[in-house]
């Protein structure tokens, strides 16, 4: 594959973003298809990201598909596949209330992008693992970020830190740079 360009279909701008920086370390740029979310109910993510890549039209562009879910050590992986229905119906909130009065606070973020061009499809897969913090810190980001702090970190949440610190060691950016390099080598 010899373009230096790739489309990312998702609804959600902060996936764009923080893909589109992790890309242009490889001198690939990032283009955005706007789409609903399109998602079948599986237990496995990586599933998930190939069945999405599915339901895209062929205009013969390549693209690409990232499915994130977010698992807690203590309920044996849940939210997982389901972190986005957990996320409208309880909130973080919620998600802190679950929490209370738990020790084993360990947590994991694990991302799976779908590559398709022509032919071929690929997955790529990065993790970051943290804990659950005790409340709510930080507005950067989206989804769960106020209430994960990182291992590789200084304590504080997703939710508290710049892009550039978030793509440092986020779940999405591994994903994003195993598929950039993988992109690099096939030039
Ligand atoms: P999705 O299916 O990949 O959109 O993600 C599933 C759920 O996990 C959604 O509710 C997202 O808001 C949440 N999520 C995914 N990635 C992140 C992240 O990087 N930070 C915070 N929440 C995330």
Redesign the pocket.
């Known amino acids: 594959m010899k373009e230096n360009k790739i489309w990312l279909a998702t609804g ?1 701008s902060h ?1 764009v973003k ?1 893909a589109r920086e992790v890309l242009a370390e490889y001198g690939i740029e990032l283009g955005h298809i706007e789409v609903d ?1 399109i ?1 079948i109910q599986s237990d496995d993510p990586g599933e998930i990201a190939v069945y999405s890549l599915t339901q895209l039209p062929d205009d013969g562009r390549p693209v690409a598909i ?5 698992f807690i050590d203590h309920y044996g992986g849940f939210p997982g596949p389901y ?2 229905y957990a ?1 409208d119906k309880l909130d973080n909130p919620g998600m802190l209330k679950l929490m209370e009065g738990v020790e084993e606070r360990g947590a994991a ?1 694990h ?1 799976y992008v779908g590559f398709r061009f022509g032919e071929e499809v690929h997955v790529f897969q990065g993790t970051v693992r943290g804990e659950i913090a005790d409340g709510m810190r930080g507005t950067n ?5 106020p209430i ?1 702090v990182p291992e590789e970190g200084d304590g504080r949440t ?1 939710g508290e830190m710049t892009d550039d610190e978030k793509n440092a060691i ?3 950016a591994r994903a994003f740079r195993a598929l950039g390099e993988w992109l690099q080598a096939q030039k």
């Open positions: 959600n996936k923080e979310r998602e990232e499915d994130a879910g977010f972190s986005s996320l973020y991302s980001g989206f989804g769960y970020d994960f997703f986020s779940h999405r």
